[in-house]
């Protein structure tokens, strides 16, 4: 899975928020594929990705609204699928978050509107 990753211009990964973060499955390929000397490495101290001039693009959905305080906070699937791809080097990385897919009908197709206009969260 870390050569199709390296050989990838753009990544896309798309998912539904579980429990505030990320499903098991998910975190499992960015832990499969997250290898050191091949996605990233060490020197000095400090963490390098080897990933630059790739893009990498999440869509994330939830149930409940997470892009505005209070519930901002308890946010924990684009975030840090955000920061897998930042500390692999990515150098675009954009997110979409389309919350509120538990709402009624007219709320969820506010949202998902409003979330397919997102250029990056």
Do not use: C
Request: proline share 3%; net charge neutral; glycine share 10%.
């Amino acid at each position: 899975m870390t050569d199709q990753l390296k050989s990838a211009d753009v990544v896309v990964v798309a998912y539904p928020m579980n429990n505030f973060s990320m499903p098991a499955p998910v975190k499992a390929w960015f832990d499969s594929v997250m290898l050191k000397g091949q996605t990233w490495y060490a020197k000095d101290g400090s963490y390098i990705g080897l990933m630059n001039g790739k893009k990498a693009i999440a869509i994330v959905t939830s149930g409940g609204i997470y892009e505005k305080e209070p519930m901002a906070s308890w946010e924990h699937a684009l975030s840090l699928t955000k920061i897998e791809f930042q500390f692999m080097g990515y150098s675009d990385v954009r997110g979409i978050l389309a919350g509120g897919m538990n709402a009624g009908e007219d709320v969820k197709t506010s949202n998902l509107k409003k979330s397919i206009k997102q250029d990056d969260q």
